[in-house]
């Protein structure tokens, strides 16, 4: 990767967690995929960190129930795959071993070839 300037597009994956009070309903998760603009890889890894932080969150849902999101960690940190962030280039790609397991985790509709198309 060529890098522009001083810093690196890097993409990191935050993990929060939602919970409305009261505890009648189980927690939700989210995956936040977020774009730094950073010298190094340990750089944003610290700035992901501190994106996370601040993004916690309380406030009340229309029934007054109070809405809590917590920052869970930071799940993967790695450099953009390109330094040009024009619109419809490839950002971050990640592989894996076994495709009914990421979609059965990931609720994906069924491929194409695996709905005998």
């Known amino acids: ?11 990191a994956t935050l993990i929060f967690k ?3 009070g009261g505890g009648y309903k189980p927690p939700l998760f989210s ?3 977020v774009l730094l603009h950073c010298r190094s890889l340990d750089e944003a890894r610290m700035a992901a960190e501190v994106r ?7 406030y009340s ?11 869970v960690g930071v799940a993967d940190v790695r450099e ?31 491929l194409p070839h695996e709905r005998g198309i």
């Open 18 to 20: 939602s919970q409305v």
């Open 52 to 58: 996370g932080r601040e993004d916690e969150t309380t």
């Open 31 to 33: 995956e936040d995929i």
């Open 61 to 71: 849902n229309e029934y007054g129930e109070a809405v809590t999101w917590t920052f």
């Open 1 to 11: 990767m060529v890098s522009s300037g001083n810093t690196s597009p890097y993409i």
């Open 80 to 110: 953009a795959l390109y330094d040009s962030l024009d619109e419809n280039v490839s950002l971050y790609s990640r592989s894996f071993d076994n495709l009914t397991e990421y979609t059965r985790v990931f609720s994906v509709e069924p």
